[in-house]
């Protein structure tokens, strides 16, 4: 692993934790044989994909921030089904 690809993808992505599930999600699909998005000069995987999030041509999106999930919504709907059974 190139560690200047390192550092620079740190700074666009700085959570190591979501750098790396990017970073190796993305070089398992060079793996089964993806395209890479730049041209870069070596073949490992995970230097590529780096480069590439390095590069601005990868990223992630997270999940809205304030999406309320209503876990009940479903015992919710049955009982109200059974009432109108009823």
Known sequence: ???????RAKNVIPDP????IVASKRARQLAMGARPMLKCDTA??????LLEIAEGKLYYTHGEKNAKVDIFADITEASEAKEDEK
């Open 1 to 7: 692993m190139n560690n200047s690809y390192l550092e």
């Open 17 to 20: 934790q979501i750098l790396s």
């Open 44 to 49: 490992n995987h995970l230097d590529i994909a």
